[in-house]
């Protein structure tokens, strides 16, 4: 797999490249094929690294409510998270940080059980983070303007005791709202505080934006690569119907980047279709014309606000 992985890549970054109108004069595009515990330990190094601030600030206190904790920087991990089987890590280092990840075996194993779609399945998956890597290295900006996103939602991040226990007491509606209406957002609500909320909700944007785009660009750049799109969507659809996507669903965070998805790529597909690449790229022009939470869900308004159209 490593070497068809490698074989294939020059071909799928110049399609990346040629469909996105991003990234032309970046050098080509590398890629690791790793196993789980590599995977593991690529985000261990990038969470630490983004965490040091609140790690600090804990260490001042004496005690703090490691079940609120929990919530609130699962509903941060939820927003950064990617699927595993494969990943553009994040360069929240700085510019020129992130890497492509492919995880060889969940890629495998997906490939066992949807065979007929298999090599679609590598490509399509590596067309995906391609994106990624492109959306990034090509906007340098971008990667300051996240990494400033999780300092705000940290440097919010409620670590006093007595705040904590406050909390607790309304924790068990909170949670009984959000599995009724498959929406997080009354859970986050009440563990974040206001300011993590409004960094949610930009983030929430930035991220549909990411994550819609690359899901447009698998399945729209795929002349000549991919055979069977279509049987590549069904084929990844299938993973989130299986008793482990289903208990993973469960954790704060998760459905929030299922959400980034499924209306991400609504968002994205329209853009597209009024105002062209370029359009859509107004995007990533500059922070200001990041499409806001409310704005994924309409893009005609996000479209008249940047583009004027």
Do not use: C
Not at 79 to 87: C, D, E, I, R
Not at 128 to 148: C, I, K, M, S, Y
Not at 189 to 215: K, R, W
């Amino acid at each position: 797999m490593r070497a068809d992985v490698h074989a294939e890549l020059p071909g799928i970054d110049a399609a990346a490249r040629r469909y996105t109108d991003l990234g032309h004069d970046l050098p080509d595009t590398t890629v690791s094929v790793v196993g789980r515990t590599a995977w593991v330990r690529a985000n261990l190094d990038v969470v630490a690294g983004a965490f040091e601030p609140l790690r600090e600030r804990l260490e001042q206190r004496a005690t703090a409510s490691s079940r609120a904790l929990g919530l609130q920087l699962g509903g941060l991990l939820g927003l950064l998270s990617t699927k595993v089987l494969g990943q553009f890590v994040l360069p929240l280092a700085g510019a020129g940080t992130g890497q492509l990840l492919v995880v060889g075996p969940n890629v495998l194993d997906l490939a066992d059980e949807h065979g007929g779609v298999a090599d679609d399945i590598r490509r399509t998956v590596v067309l995906h983070e391609v994106t990624h890597r492109l959306q990034f290295d090509a906007n340098p900006w971008l990667g300051d303007h996240l990494r400033g996103l999780v300092e705000r939602y940290l440097q919010h991040t409620r670590i006093d005791g007595n705040q904590l226990a406050e909390l607790l007491p309304r924790l068990p509606a909170a949670v009984a709202a959000a599995r009724e209406t498959g929406d997080l957002k009354p859970l986050l609500e009440t563990v974040l505080t206001d300011d993590q909320v409004e960094v949610i909700d930009e983030a929430q944007g930035l991220m549909s934006l990411l994550e819609g785009h690359g899901n447009a660009t698998m399945y729209g750049a795929t002349e000549g690569l991919v055979d069977d799109p279509d049987g590549v969507r069904e084929a990844l659809a299938s993973r989130q119907g299986d008793v482990a996507s289903k208990i993973l669903t469960a954790v704060a965070g998760l459905e929030l980047k299922r959400r980034q998805y499924r209306e991400g790529e609504v968002f994205v597909r329209h853009v597209l279709d009024r105002a062209g690449t370029a359009g859509l790229n107004r995007a990533f022009s500059a922070a200001e014309h990041l499409p806001r939470g409310a704005e994924i869900a309409d893009p005609d308004a996000w479209l008249e606000r940047v583009n004027g159209v």
